[in-house]
């Protein structure tokens, strides 16, 4: 196993992702109409900040739950409750309520825990507010592809730029699946992550197809590679550096996730370090096999890298059959046990 990973990380060992693109693009089809199945189903559980409603924080008394929060709510006349831990606090959401709601809950809640009815802060957004919220959330995604496709295709060309946003499409998609089925609230704090996942998904695609670059800019019409081989050389290249990219960045976020969310009960961290652990993993797949394998197929289609691979094919051809021609020919006059063979097989004593 270690001289494995040395040989790895050395780019000894050429991995075919290309050769399996069949395989890739299966398995990304397949999680991409799970997530969409999702979003019809279910939807994307948004945030009051996109839908508008009624926030209300207020102390987390001791021995308090969820459950119980959640039943003080209702019992004064509320209907859609979804109680959260934020540190030290409670944070309720509830659909939008008017003037004379707002007291009511608050009386409730001051009631049952103990507290002054200011000790419970009240926030109400309005659908109006939240609906701008969600247009400028859009306008921002559109304005970050767009400027994505332009670069690229500056930097590189327009098939590595349609390979990127192919593979930007996957991660969002994937990502909003997984916050379909789970049910996580989608926040402010969740596009913030969802935009830091896709320029991260990015990066990854740059580095990947920077290499390609490099590797392919020397194909010549003599070249013994396919487009396809230096595409795959180039990624067992850059392999280890995705990798270890990915496990530094994916290690603090899991602990937020995992770690931090449980024990400071911060939901704001909740939200963002969802969509940042999702779509770093996410990220790093469709880098290496979904970008690199659209951009080989979109580059094989090339007169050049076309006649390219119909020359190697042939070369490896006229190869295999001059070695199978040699293994055919007669053993030549030689000798075993002081006994000479003619090329007719016949044996002769000296």
Not at 46 to 74: C, H, M, Q, W, Y
Not at 113 to 139: F, N, P, R
Not at 245 to 265: E, H, K, Q, R
């Amino acid at each position: 196993m270690p001289g494995i990973i040395s040989r790895l990380y050395r780019g000894d060992i050429n991995i075919d992702f290309v050769g399996k693109r069949k395989l890739w693009y299966g398995l990304s089809a397949l999680l991409m109409i799970v997530s969409i199945v999702g979003m019809v189903i279910h939807g994307l559980n948004l945030g009051v900040e996109f839908k508008g409603g009624s926030v209300f924080d207020f102390p987390r008394a001791t021995n308090s739950s969820v459950e119980e929060v959640r039943t003080t709510i209702k019992d004064a006349g509320v209907h859609q409750v979804i109680v959260q831990e934020a540190g030290p606090n409670w944070r309720v959401t509830t659909e939008s309520l008017d003037t004379n709601e707002v007291p009511k809950v608050q009386q409730a809640v001051a009631d049952k825990y103990h507290l002054k009815a200011d000790d419970v802060s009240t926030q109400v957004i309005g659908a109006t507010w939240g609906g701008e919220v969600m247009q400028k959330a859009w306008i921002g995604l559109a304005v970050f592809m767009l400027a994505i496709m332009l670069y690229l295709s500056l930097a590189f060309e327009w098939r590595m730029a349609l390979a990127a946003i192919v593979a930007l499409v996957h991660d969002l998609v994937i990502t909003a699946g997984i916050y379909a089925w789970s049910g996580f609230e989608v926040t402010p704090a969740t596009m913030l992550g969802f935009l830091t996942i896709l320029g991260y998904s990015l990066y990854d695609a740059v580095v990947v197809f920077d290499m390609i670059k490099e590797v392919t800019g020397k194909l010549g019409t003599s070249a013994k590679m396919t487009y396809t081989q230096a595409a795959n050389n180039a990624l067992s290249h850059t392999l280890i550096r995705s990798l270890n990219t990915s496990l530094v960045a994916i290690l603090p976020v899991a602990a937020i996730l995992f770690i931090g969310t449980t024990l400071l009960g911060a939901g704001t961290l909740k939200d963002l370090s969802l969509a940042l652990f999702v779509g770093m993993i996410v990220g790093t797949y469709s880098s290496l096999c979904v970008a690199t394998p659209i951009l080989v197929t979109l580059k094989e289609r090339e007169p050049q890298w076309r006649k390219l691979a119909e020359r190697v094919a042939q070369r490896e051809a006229s190869v295999a059959k001059a070695a199978a021609a040699s293994a055919k020919q007669p053993v030549v006059a030689g000798s075993q046990n002081g006994v000479a063979t003619t090329d007719d097989g016949k044996r002769k004593k000296r």
